[in-house]
Structures are given as C-alpha cells and as structure tokens.
C-alpha cells in the first residue's frame, strides 16, 4: 500500500507511479495532459495489471478511443506492467450532471477550454482560508492585469470569475449590483472598469443559506465556465473558494487552470495552510505561479515599513513550496474603503504602495503566463 494514496474523497484510489505516467498523456489536441484536466476516475495496479477509469465529456468519438489507446501506450512502458485495462465513460457536452450527490468532481468535465475557446489564460486565485484578502487580490489583480495590457495596446478583455460561492463579494468590490442579461442560453458577464465579471452574488439572493450553497458549486462553476460569454480574452481571473476542500479541488479540476497564485498574509498560522492549498494544485498538475503575501506591513509616515501581523511568513512559506515568492502587499486603509465604494485600489490609486504592489505583481505573472508556451 505504500504506493497508493487516497486523493481527497470524490476520487477513487490511485496509484502514484501510474498517476506520474498518466501525466505525460496529453488530452487529443491540446498540450495538457489528462491528469490536470481531471479526466482520471481511479489509477491502480492490480497484480501486473493497470487499471485506470477515465471520465471524458467529448461529442466526438474518436476522442475516447485516442484516449484509451494512448494510455495504454504510456502505462504499458511502465516496468512491472504486463496489462492495462482502461474504461473510458463518455458524457456528452451539455447533458446535466447525473443527479447525485457526493459524486462532484470525479473528472465530470473534459477540458473547459472547448468551453471557453475565446480564453487564453485562466489563472485562479486561492488561499488555504478566508480573510486573508483573496477576493481583494483577485479582483485588484484583474485591474492590473487591463492596465498592463491596455499599456501595451492589447484591446482584449480580462475577465474574472468569483467562484466564492460562500462570500461573494467580488460585485461589491467592483461596483456592481446588476444582474446579468440572458441572451439565448448564455449569462452576459457585467462589465466595469474594463473587466468582464460573473459572480454567484449576482445570481442568489444574499439572504440564500450557506448550507444551500454547497451543492450548488459545482454546477455553478459548471455553468460560468459552459454558459457564460465571456468573449475572446487575454487572461481570466478565478477567484476560488478559501480552503483545500472537496469543492476547491473539484473546482480546480473543472476549470482549465493555466496556473494558481496562492495568496497569504504573513502569520504563521495561515502559512502552514497555505502550504496544503498549494498541495491541491500538485495534486491536479496546475502550475503553481508564485506566492504573494498581503497585509504584510503598514507604510509608516516616514515611509517605514511597520510590520504589525510579523516579518518573513510568505517568504518562508513560497521557500517551503518552491514556488517564486511574488512580493508584499501593504495593508492600507484605503483597501477596505476602496472594497466598500466598489473601486478596487489598483484603479483609485496605481500609484500608492499597495497600487504599485499589485502591479508589480500583475506585470510578473503576465510575464510568466507569456513563458509559458511561448508566448500568448
Ligand atoms: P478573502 O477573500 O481572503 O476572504 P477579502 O479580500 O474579502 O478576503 O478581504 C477581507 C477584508 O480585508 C476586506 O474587508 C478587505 O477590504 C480587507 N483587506 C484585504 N486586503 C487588505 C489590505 N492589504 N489592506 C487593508 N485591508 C485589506
């Protein structure tokens, strides 16, 4: 049993050594492998027999078969491997999800990237638990993201989707109280300063129960990745649910990611569950981006950094994870005002130290999603 450990519950046994080989498989098409775009059901060795279950959402047939036979191919290389048994389970786009419960996220979508074809990154932005300024960040990093690209004459969109289901306050971060136009089957994302923007807080009512909520995310995120326009765009920015549970995990095998930015503040606490929201995306093969830690010092009037929540945690932490340490944003005052007056910080002033910080960080990720696959 050393070899085999259990991915967090919706996920059937698999077998490490197999789980590596499966990530070299690419998806027909594209240049992700199957393991990321959480087709795999279960992975296991049986005697000298691989066993592996696939959950493909494909119209096109010659899909699943391309797929059995490439992971045949590559776990068949594989030493201590005399058979390999794959059972593909085909869906068909826009068929509902079978109507069960606790069955979420064992790979129920194909790539989403067929889904949102106009798309050509999707970053998400997480954290191991609430408060430590995700949702800011997420929404101040879009912001950032349109000014670099405006700056650089790019005339596409930046979206961001608040997949925080259980506190959605990206609308009200961002100035918007509307509700969406249907048009045909798709929601049209509302738009404010330049970003293009779907939230649950724009869809439910605030007094819905939490408890209610739960059930809903997937099909949800479902729903904003199939039937959302979001249009041709640059980057689209994810704004998870905090923590490292099974909807986060789900949600991260749903959407297409490009790559994560994990979100911290400096007290050690909140490092130590940082690290294991970093876990979920290795477990899933989304690159982890970088690591950026908020709140991290009020700027003194002398211009001196006061370090009121401790010094060194999300260094220490991005360290720990191998990830780049994406720098320190300062809590500002001006933050919270700017949430509850609805214009993000990045917008009422790019020039302040926490502006600055966002866009220094906004600018680097830019850069490393370009490296990635040569360029966008
Ligand atoms: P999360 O999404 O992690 O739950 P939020 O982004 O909702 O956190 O932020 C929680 C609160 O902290 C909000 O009131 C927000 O305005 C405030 N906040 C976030 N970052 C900063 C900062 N750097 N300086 C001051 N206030 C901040």
Known sequence: MKDIFRMDSPFAMIDS?????????????????????????????????????????????????????????????????????????????????????????????????????????????????????????????????????????????????????????????????????????????LENFGIRVMSMGFLIDESTPVVWRGPMVMKTIQQFAANVDWGEMDVLVVDLPPGTGDAQLSLVQTLPLDGAVIVTTPQSVAVSVTCRGAMMFEKVNVPLLGLAENMSYLVGPDGSHVPVFGEGGGEAAARHLETPFLGKVPLDPAIGQGSDRGIPIVVSSPDSPAGSAFLKIGQDLLEKLGAQQGGQ
């Open 17 to 189: 050594k197999l789980l590596d080989a499966l990530k070299q498989v690419k998806y027909p098409g594209f240049s992700r492998d199957i393991v990321s775009f959480g087709l795999i059901n279960g992975a296991t060795l049986e005697g000298s027999t691989a066993k592996v279950g696939l959950a493909v959402t494909s119209a096109d047939p010659r899909v699943p078969a391309q797929l059995k036979q490439d992971v045949e191919q590559a776990l068949s290389l594989l030493p201590g491997v005399e058979g390999v048994e794959v059972t593909v389970s085909v869906t068909k786009p826009n068929t509902p999800p079978p109507p069960s419960g606790g069955g979420q996220g064992k790979g129920v979508s194909g790539p989403a990237h067929q889904q949102l074809p106009g798309v050509k990154k999707i970053i998400a932005v997480a954290s191991g638990k609430g408060g430590v300024g995700k949702s800011t960040f997420a929404v101040n990093l879009a912001c950032a993201f349109d000014k670099l690209l405006s700056a650089q004459g790019r005339t596409k969109r930046v979206g961001l989707m608040d997949c925080d289901i259980y506190g959605p306050s990206v609308p009200m971060m961002m100035g918007m109280n509307a509700r969406p136009e249907v048009e045909g089957n798709m929601l049209i994302p």
